[in-house]
């Protein structure tokens, strides 16, 4: 059967083959001797008749069941083929050529559902629109042969916006291993991983903690150094890291950049199933540290949580701090040496200098970084271009010590490159540019002359200044976004803020300000790797644009007929925590991300109503409690809820008093949030609705304060510099 489907395809007009399996499945395009490639036919007897070369049985092809009338008029545009028979008429030669690819309506087809994309030694049992019975009688010929389409809906957007959808869910996939992981912790979504057992159950809900400022005014002194201001100028604000403690700065633009790079919780750091076992307890900690909500911890207990991480630290390296030499270089390599998205694989062969009786040596080796060579000229400055091209070489030939000539061969080749890229340059360095794309020619492993290619953009790194102070400076232009020029910046002594300068006008030739990196050894940085989408998601993309199409211009709801897609709602959870238990750190309430919720919660001002217990029991106290949009340091401790039911017996609502962190209670009042001062609105009365049109920069306080709780708050602004709410 397949020698005789081929033999019918090499024998039909390449314009009357079916364009793609769908067409050859459906079965209704045309056929008989009209489709016959004439070129092909062995014409040893041309003058012998049309019916003995048998073109005239009738009917001529599916659509055309007679010979076309002698006498019938050609289009203005009609060109004859060089190539068609001598003794065929015009109108013969026009015929032949006609192509007739009809369509289906959705009355003609009943049931149909299109093929499933299939994976090598499967069938198929979907039934394809050829297995309509009917199918013949319904396709329209040349002259009422149209296409049947669906009815687009309203505000579908642009083709422009149509485009950048697609782009945008081909490289998601394609970047798919810098995504989280499903198994990491959660930091936009909840977890959902407990049952209900009670009405009251069913009422609990999870509270998330997030900032509620998206801007910050800053002023910049004539050190550069930033400060939070009132007459400052208005920067974003991404977020925050942790604050500044003494001799931690190294630690905190450690802990900041693992935030920004999902340090640990991507899934290329999770493709091993056994990728947790190689952790020691330091990388757990930093992968703990980076996931937590930095956001709205408080300084004191950010300095608890670090302090676990230093320790650790200080077990290798006895004093280390923001003083010790390549303190920055020194601590990515203890924490980042199982990341997967910056593995790098390589094969070296080492030749000694022929005056040298040492054997050569081959080996493997994996790192999380590189550090390209150092060549005396580089003091006076060198391209991030040529650093990575040296690192990349696939020979590279160094000067023997015993003779001095140019005679060790160091050989290298290197496996897939990483999806993230981490360089430590040498002290001595002084780049001239890196925060353009770089171009790197490699030579894969196994092979002796393919190279191939690949391209990195910088992302961003930690850099220091002549002052010695640390900073953390990122490329705030995302994965294909246009470029404006904005980059973020993190300096632990500025509160902790990631902040983001609102730039107007063409981008700077430098993002980052040259004090930071011109003439200056930049301790880390980091690069992304620019990647294209494979051939098979590519075609497996065109495949199904073309699908969606065929299924417009047949008028068939592309939901009804594609492969349906997995259900959603019963995917796995989301769950908290981490493989390892316990946790190596353990995180203070104001520095998790989500809270689960004592009793049924309601915004601040608005009670729930509970549901009512039997009549003889209904004045035996039953109390619930509106609880406010804060951190979990707000939440009434035990103790605390029964006294204010013992003293709220006769209403049916109350709401919570002020108290310290319960953490700040178990850990000596150390962890005690400068934020815990907020006061509730009791009762059921909401606060009166704030100025519909309130400067930005008027703080907003909060209504029926106590003047002993204003003071304490103000004195703790102007201890601290800044305003909190």
């Known amino acids: ?21 769908e067409e050859w499945d459906a079965m209704l395009g045309d056929a008989g001797p009209r489709t016959i ?21 009738l009917p001529v092809s599916r ?60 069938a198929s049992t979907d039934t394809g629109p050829g297995n309509d019975s009917d199918g013949d009688e319904n396709i329209a010929g040349p ?45 936009e979504k909840p977890p959902r991983e407990k049952t209900a057992t009670t009405v009251t159950d069913i009422l609990r809900s999870t509270i998330s903690s997030t900032m509620a400022n998206s801007h910050v005014r800053l002023r910049v002194d004539e050190l550069d150094q930033l400060f939070v201001d009132r007459g400052g100028v208005s920067w974003a604000l991404k977020g925050r890291g942790p604050f500044y403690t003494h001799n931690s700065s190294v630690i905190d633009c450690m802990i900041t950049a693992g935030k920004l790079l999902d340090a640990g919780s991507t899934n290329a750091d999770r493709s091993d199933s056994r990728w947790e076992t190689r ?77 040298s009786a040492a054997p050569g040596t081959s080996e493997t080796k ?58 430590t340059l040498d002290p001595r360095v002084s780049i001239v540019d890196h925060m353009r794309d770089i171009h790197v020619t490699y030579r894969p492993s196994g092979e002796v002359e393919a190279d191939k290619h690949a391209t990195y953009r910088w992302l961003g790194g930690i850099y220091q200044n002549a002052e010695g102070a640390y900073r953390v400076f990122w490329n705030d232009t995302k994965r294909g976004e246009v470029n404006h020029g904005r980059v973020c910046q993190y300096d632990p002594t500025l509160e902790g803020l990631i902040v983001s300068e609102e730039r107007q006008g063409p981008p700077p030739e430098h993002r980052v300000p040259p004090k930071w990196w011109y003439n200056r050894p930049v301790p880390l940085l980091f690069y992304e790797r620019a990647m294209n989408p494979s051939e098979d998601l590519l075609n497996a993309a065109r495949n199904t644009i073309k699908e969606m199409w065929n299924d417009y211009t047949t008028g068939v709801p592309t939901l009804v007929s594609h492969e349906p897609w997995p259900t959603t709602e019963h995917m796995p959870p989301s769950k908290s925590g981490y493989p390892w238990q316990p946790p190596e750190v353990a995180k203070p309430p104001d520095a998790q991300r989500f ?50 039911t013992a003293r709220s017996r006769a209403s049916h609502f109350a709401a919570p008093p002020n108290r310290s962190s319960a953490y700040s209670t178990m850990r000596g009042g150390v ?43 103000n004195e703790a602004d102007d201890h601290d510099g800044v305003a909190r709410r």
């Open 63 to 122: 659509h055309f069941a007679q010979l076309p009338d002698p006498n019938a008029p050609l289009p203005a545009n009609f060109r004859r083929p060089a190539n068609a028979p001598a003794h065929w008429s015009d109108v013969m030669a026009h015929q032949s050529e006609q192509i007739v690819r009809p369509a289906f309506t959705p009355v003609q087809q009943n049931t149909y559902r299109r093929r499933p994309t299939q994976q090598a030694g499967t």
């Open 143 to 187: 002259a009422g042969a149209g296409v049947v389409s669906m009815e687009a809906g309203p505000h579908q957007g642009t083709v422009q916006e149509v485009k950048e959808a697609i782009e945008r869910a081909i490289f998601k996939v394609a970047y798919a291993g810098l995504e989280r992981h499903p198994d990491a912790a959660p930091r």
């Open 671 to 713: 962890g005690a949030s400068r934020l815990s001062s907020g006061v509730l609105n009791l009762g059921l009365t909401s606060p009166p609705p704030a100025a519909a049109n309130v400067n930005e920069d008027v703080d907003m306080e909060m209504l029926d304060v106590p003047q002993s709780n204003k003071r304490r708050r």
């Open 279 to 355: 952790l020691n307890r330091l990388q757990r900690a930093f992968i703990e540290l980076s996931d937590a909500n930095w956001d709205l911890c408080s300084p004191e207990a950010g300095a608890q949580m670090k302090e676990v991480l230093i320790q650790m630290v200080q077990q290798s390296v006895p004093q280390f701090g923001d003083q010790t030499p390549d303190a920055v270089a020194l601590l990515w390599r203890m924490v980042a040496q199982h990341l997967g998205q910056f593995a790098l694989k390589i094969d070296q062969t080492s030749t000694p200098c022929r005056c």
């Open 1 to 21: 059967m397949e020698v005789a489907f081929r033999k019918l395809l090499w024998y039909t007009a390449p314009h009357h083959r079916p364009r793609d399996w």
């Open 366 to 423: 994996q790192t999380c970084f590189i550090v390209p060579q150092f060549q005396r000229l580089d003091e006076v400055g060198v391209g991030m271009q040529t650093l990575f091209e040296r690192t990349f070489q696939p020979r590279l030939i160094s000067r023997c010590g015993g003779c001095g000539e140019d005679g060790d061969v160091l050989e290298r080749s290197f496996y897939p490159l990483p999806l993230r890229m981490a360089v």
């Open 595 to 644: 809270h689960i919720a004592d009793e049924p919660y309601g915004p601040a001002g608005q009670a729930i109503a509970a549901p009512l217990p039997p009549r003889d029991t209904y004045n035996s106290g039953w109390n619930d409690f509106t609880l406010p949009p804060l951190r979990s340091a707000n939440l009434l401790s035990a103790a605390r809820r029964e006294d204010l």
């Open 37 to 57: 490639d004439y070129t092909k036919i062995p014409w040893s007897r041309p003058h012998a008749t049309l019916r003995r070369q048998g073109l005239l049985y």
